[in-house]
């Protein structure tokens, strides 16, 4: 079932009040463009087609990773005249699936009905039935069912504008019949502008069945021309998310208030409290509990981890049995072992904690390597950068580090030895020692402390 994908993409997108491209405002943390792309892929072997208008450069930029076949439509006079934009591009044997970037909902289920409906004639159209239709093209059909034509709301009769099966733009069309067709169509209706859905006149003009197929819901054939719009599909397609996690054997504290911007897979039992946002690729183990207001971006957290609320954990991989937070921050590169405890207010970067290692309050670990059973104390800082460069700090096992302790990297902290609270430590430590630089306290009588001198 192999087709080209066409997509336009050429609009500006005014309602959105936007220097950006309309196709390129994120829903569910990408692209609308990329959804369209994403979702098609699986049907074409060769690279899609996007035809581009309003700040083109722009759009080549944010999806310069990917594999696209660009085309210029330098003036916006409709469907039909940006597919003609396409025809040199274009394999007259092959199948054209045109999609809209600014739809970013369609299914790939409804997509390979809709190119298996067009193998027989080589056309088929998506439509819908809408309750409120103004707005969208009419399909108008005969009194077996034929499709005859489309007619656009403005050009529609008030009979014609009765009929609640519209046209959602979105249609797989021989090469053979645009190449032939698209030259010949004419710009005389209310918009002046070269409507694609004309060719469904000239199909029925040469007796080709038209075959239309019905959408599955109304959200997947939804576009977006304003914010408002925008966030309204954002949240259609969470609520998607949530229930298909929530069916997977997840327990959501609020299912309107998750957001999946990427993708997360659960283990069964998870639960997750509200307002948590996941980014990239995430997942979870059986049993993990997510508290409230936490952010999870490309991360992996094994079965029975805890995260509690206000929590950021970012490329890392969190061992079973971990516990985060509250207000705890991981960052990327970062390695916790089984039963590892990241306390409030505790950043971790770069750095690699072994089994039942604690830091369980204020403190900051980068470019660390810590063995098992560690105690970090409130306070303690690997200081890893000098200025210039980063440097590593390695704890070995069944270390205790004391309240308030800079460790100044590189430096190396045998197994077993303790670092007394204040201390500096700017030499490695040799096994099971006790390490303590401060100055020592001292007890001054009959001090009085400096006053502000008051104004004559």
Known sequence: ?????????????????????????PLA???????????ASQFSDDAPIVVFGHAGDLLKTTLRDRNI???????QLGTGHAMAQVLPALDPQHLAL??????????QETLRALLQAAQASGFALLTAVLAEPTGYGRIIRDGTGKILKIVEHKDATPAERTVQEINTGIMVIKGEYLHR???????????????LTDCVERAVAENIKVAGVLANNEAEITGVNDRVQLASLERTYQRTQAEALMRSGVSLADPARIDVRGSLRCDADSFIDVNCVFE???????????????????????AGVEVLANSLIEGATIGPGARIGPFARIRPETV?????????????????????????????VGDAEIGRNVNVGAGTITCNYDGAAKHKTVIEDDVFIGSDTQLVAPVTIGRGATIGAGTTVTDNVEPERLVISRVRQKSVAGWQRPQKKKPD
């Open 181 to 195: 067709w698209l030259p010949q169509l004419a710009n005389t209706n209310a918009q002046g502008e070269y409507y």
């Open 98 to 107: 045109i999609l809209f970037g600014d739809v970013p909902l369609i299914s």
């Open 280 to 302: 990239g690729e995430v997942k979870l183990g059986e049993g993990v509990h997510i508290g409230p207001n936490c952010v999870i971006r490309n991360a992996e957290l094994s």
């Open 69 to 75: 076949r660009w085309v210029e439509q330098r003036e």
């Open 1 to 25: 079932m192999n087709a080209t994908i066409c997509i336009l993409a050429a609009g500006k997108g005014t309602r959105m009040r936007s220097a950006l491209p309309k196709v390129l405002h």
């Open 336 to 364: 916790l072992d089984a039963g590892v405890h990241v306390g409030n207010f505790v950043e971790i970067k770069k750095s690699h904690l072994g089994e039942h290692s604690k830091a369980n309050h204020l403190a900051y």
């Open 29 to 39: 943390g990408k692209p609308l463009i990329s959804h369209v792309l994403d979702t």
